[in-house]
């Protein structure tokens, strides 16, 4: 879409995609963008518009009306509790800055996050027994309100997918991305050194075609990581370790796994190093 410019007249404009500016002076124009334009002037001009994503607007002598569709700040720090598969798990959403769940279970703290956003969308929650004829079709009787799109869901353990209500294609699936890290702690002048790294996991069953693990190895205390490959997973494939050579010297003060998964695999047994007849 190319400029859009309106002087001394009344203007009905719908954009499906963005145009680079919108100029309107003296006169009257509704615009109806999904995805906005970069900038958008208003001089003694009548405006309705409505958007999807945050733009630069300015007017000047102008009667504006807006509906904006999107997040606004929440800094409220909410807590709630929900059970499943016999775990009790307590929720604590931050406001905008993340989303900690403790599992009574395990007696550790997760960070969940959604894609792009360092917080869980579901801002508040509770199993429903009323819901609990719902469990066979939706996976648990567990609904959670969405602060972002504004629709009430129930959570299912085994979908490795995110269905986001996006008007513009509601269909779409995003996997999650299930991190994992561990320590190999070194002290003093000793180095070891990392012939191999491998995991022992459930193969051969992953969630979707081209779903992998990704290995992530930092020796400065998680300031910052290397990327050693990422392994996919092919199914029917259920006897192949997932395995990451030639890893290097280890020092102090140790080194940091991180394990990215994004639906390969449903569980971790073990990560190893080395072979066992080596030292590691």
Known sequence: MTDVNSSAGRVLITLRQSAPDMFVSAGRGMATINFPTANMLASEARIQLTFRQASQLDVSAARVLVAGRGRIANPRVRAWTFSLDGHDFYVLRLGDRGTLVYDVYSEQWIEWADLGQPFWRANLGQNWIGGSKYGPDYG??????????????????????????????????????????????????????????????????????????????????????????????TAGEFTPELTWTSLGQIGAPGRLFKIVDDGAIARIDALEMNDPDDDG
Not at 165 to 174: A, G, H, K, R, S
Not at 177 to 192: A, F, S, T
Request: hydrophobic share 40%; aromatic share 12%.
């Open 140 to 233: 648990s009787d567990i609904v959670v309100g969405d602060d972002t799109w504004g629709v009430l869901y129930f959570l299912d353990p085994e979908q490795a997918f995110d269905q986001h209500p996006d008007y513009l294609n509601p269909t779409q699936e995003i996997y999650f991305d299930r991190i994992v890290m561990g320590q190999y702690p070194i002290k003093g002048r000793e180095v070891m050194p990392c012939y191999v790294a491998f995991i022992t996991s459930d193969m051969g069953q992953p969630a979707y075609t081209g779903a992998g693990v990704q290995l992530l190895i930092s020796d400065d205390a998680g300031q910052s990581f290397d990327d050693m490959g990422l392994i996919t997973v």
